[in-house]
């Protein structure tokens, strides 16, 4: 479940108020967001994974909140671990999305 939004890392682009699927986050202009619905998080770590600043924590725990001290958390590195364990970005920029070409496989394989 989401815990902490460090607004001093934020860079306020809302990656995260646009990424996540319901709508856990509210966009406040000429500030960071702030995280507004905590019990519609479902720990799908959707804005963690676009939080470049990495001003994002999101708890492995699903079920309910897990307290944590901001300068503990800044001090442990979990900060971004999840987007950086995924690859997210390792391979951004040398590879186009190109994921719109794959309806003609869809098409070959239904006989079409």
């Known amino acids: 479940m989401i815990e ?3 607004e001093e890392q934020c860079t306020g682009c809302n990656a995260c108020v646009t990424a996540c699927p319901t709508d856990v986050f509210e966009a406040v202009p000429g500030a960071p967001p ?11 770590f959707m804005c963690e994974l676009y939080c470049t600043a990495d001003a994002l924590y999101v708890s492995p725990d699903a ?3 897990t307290p944590v001290e901001p300068a503990a958390l800044l001090a442990s590195g979990l900060l971004g671990q999840f987007r ?18 794959m309806d003609a496989i869809f098409r070959l394989a239904r006989g079409g």
Do not use: F, K, M
């Open 4 to 6: 902490l939004l460090l």
């Open 34 to 44: 702030r995280i507004a619905r905590v019990e519609d998080c479902q720990t799908c």
């Open 63 to 65: 079920e309910g909140r």
């Open 84 to 101: 950086r364990h995924s690859g997210w970005h390792e391979w951004q920029g040398h590879y186009p999305n190109e994921h719109w070409r």
